[in-house]
Nanobody, 121 residues
Framework: QVHVVESGGGLVQPGGSLRLSCAVS????????IGWFRQGPGKERQGVSC????????YYVDFVRGRFTIYRDKAKNTVYLQMNSLKPEDTAVYYC??????????????WGQGTQVTVSS
């Protein structure tokens, strides 16, 4: 059974850093691409980053490129999102989800429960 669990969120001051984790089970990271998404207050869910299952290629949306880094630890079956230089507008619930490939749509029902990130002074 496929399962994803996000963790690592919290309260951080502007300019600070957090590392989010997406622990997966029921499959290996060679099988699915993993995407990070977020949903801010009153906003729609949006894609943030993705890491490919085939070769570990990474993708970022413009508003996080240069500040966020996605990477994986295949031994731990975990994908991480290192977030630096955080801004108040990064405040959101962050989710990970599965894709066949990063360019594909999200696999239905593969969302985790999310982890809250709050950037505030």
């Amino acid at each position: 059974q496929v399962h994803v669990v996000e963790s690592g969120g919290g309260l951080v001051q502007p300019g600070g850093s957090l590392r989010l984790s997406c622990a997966v089970s029921g499959f290996t990271l060679d099988y699915y691409a993993i995407g990070w998404f977020r949903q801010g207050p009153g906003k729609e869910r949006q894609g943030v980053s993705c890491i490919s299952n085939s070769d570990g290629s990474t993708y970022y949306v413009d508003f996080v490129r240069g500040r966020f880094t996605i990477y994986r630890d295949k031994a731990k079956n975990t994908v991480y999102l290192q977030m630096n230089s955080l801004k108040p507008e990064d405040t959101a619930v962050y989710y990970c989800a599965l894709k066949r490939q990063c360019a594909d749509t999200i696999i239905a029902g593969s969302w985790g429960q999310g982890t809250q990130v709050t950037v505030s002074s």
